[in-house]
């Protein structure tokens, strides 16, 4: 089972530009899809976007759609959520997640098995 360790968040004014890392171990990376989450208190953890296990098929959030991007890199068993023109709103813990690979990444939190900890973003206004 592969295991997985958020970091890089942190405090940014709104319009500014953060990128938090997820790093894999345990397991063969590639064997999985990778995907980030949001939570705030007394809310469902949030879509925010996915990458296949190839790196070759992504999926954005609505909210976050042009604002934010995915990538991976297998051979050094990370993942990156790279946010840019940020918001007060997107202010919340984020989570990296893994899911057992497939084409399509999910959209569905239930679909990834394995969480890491999250790591605290907060954009102030």
């Known amino acids: 089972q592969v295991q997985l360790v958020e970091s890089g968040g942190g405090l940014v004014q709104t319009g500014g530009s953060l990128m938090i890392s997820c790093a894999a171990s345990g397991d063969i990376f590639s064997a999985y899809n990778v995907g980030w989450f949001r939570q705030t208190p007394g809310k469902e953890r949030e879509f925010v976007a996915a990458l296949n296990y190839r790196g070759g098929r992504g999926r954005i959030g609505d909210s976050v759609k042009g604002r934010f991007t995915i990538s991976r890199d297998n051979a050094k068993n990370v993942a990156n959520l790279f946010m840019y023109y940020l918001k007060p709103e997107d202010t919340a813990v984020y989570y990296c997640?893994?899911?057992?690979?497939?084409?399509?990444?999910?959209?569905?939190?239930?679909?990834?098995?394995?969480w890491g900890q999250g790591t605290q973003v907060t954009v102030s206004s």
């Open positions: 997640a893994a899911e057992r690979a497939a084409e399509v990444p999910s959209l569905q939190a239930v679909e990834y098995a394995t």
